[in-house]
């Protein structure tokens, strides 16, 4: 945990230096919600979402103030075909989609992320990763909580993945599934 910590730049209490590909995006899971136990499940993946909140701002804000400056004409017109180009437009119904597989119906996605389960945090979590567009995936403890059957979906999603994955697990059943185990002592 404290090493995905360290990847994902929560952590810097280290002496060394972390060094990614130069545009290399990172998406991670969270082992505790407290702090956003108040958001909706929709907005929670939403605001974890890399570059999301960044462009959804931009398209939110921008055509209130930047009447004829061209910079920010420029920075508005950049900001739509990104969020074109990522699929942001649709995203919101692809997660509801998601996590209707999780059997999480819409009006769980749409209610505290608090009101859920051990599991379908862990299962929201997954939906996070599934949209985040990302080239790597830090992956912490992901069947804390689950019984067999989410464990099976969760490796069966796991191996559906085409994405890089760190994950941090004693699951047996997960190394079982993965190419490489590093062991850290």
Same mark, same amino acid.
Do not use: C
């Given at each position: 945990?404290?090493?995905?910590?360290?990847?994902?730049?929560?952590?810097?209490? !280290?002496?060394?230096?972390?060094? &990614?590909?130069?545009?290399?995006? %990172?998406?991670?899971?969270?082992?505790?919600?407290?702090?956003?136990?108040? #958001?909706? %499940?929709?907005?929670?993946?939403?605001?974890?979402?890399?570059?999301?909140?960044?462009?959804?701002?931009?398209?939110?804000?921008?055509?209130?103030? #930047?009447?004829?400056? #061209?910079?920010?004409?420029?920075? !508005?017109?950049?900001?739509?075909?990104? &969020?074109?180009?990522?699929?942001?437009?649709? =995203?919101?119904?692809?997660?509801? /989609?998601?996590?209707?597989?999780? $059997?999480?119906?819409?009006?769980?996605? /749409?209610?505290?992320?608090?009101?859920?389960?051990?599991? $379908?945090? /862990?299962?929201?979590?997954?939906?996070?990763?599934?949209?985040?567009?990302?080239?790597?995936?830090?992956?912490?403890?992901?069947?804390?909580? *689950?019984?067999?059957?989410?464990?099976?979906? &969760?490796?069966?999603? #796991?191996?559906? $993945?085409?994405?890089? *994955?760190?994950?941090?697990?004693?699951? /047996?059943? %997960?190394?079982?599934? =993965?190419?490489?185990?590093?062991?850290?002592?």
């Amino acid at each position: 945990s404290t090493l995905l910590s360290i990847l994902e730049g929560t952590d810097t209490d !280290y002496s060394g230096n972390i060094q &990614f590909k130069k545009g290399l995006v %990172v998406a991670s899971t969270r082992q505790e919600h407290h702090h956003v136990a108040h #958001m909706s %499940v929709i907005e929670y993946v939403l605001s974890d979402i890399p570059g999301y909140a960044d462009l959804k701002h931009i398209l939110d804000t921008y055509p209130d103030h #930047m009447g004829d400056n #061209m910079k920010k004409i420029n920075v !508005y017109s950049e900001a739509l075909l990104q &969020f074109s180009d990522k699929g942001f437009y649709t =995203v919101e119904d692809e997660i509801i /989609r998601t996590l209707a597989g999780y $059997q999480l119906d819409e009006e769980k996605v /749409r209610g505290p992320l608090g009101n859920l389960s051990g599991g $379908q945090k /862990r299962f929201v979590e997954l939906a996070k990763l599934t949209h985040s567009n990302a080239d790597l995936l830090l992956i912490d403890e992901p069947t804390n909580h *689950m019984d067999a059957e989410a464990k099976e979906q &969760f490796i069966s999603w #796991m191996k559906s $993945q085409k994405t890089a *994955m760190l994950i941090v697990t004693h699951d /047996r059943d %997960v190394l079982d599934q =993965v190419d490489r185990i590093l062991e850290l002592r």
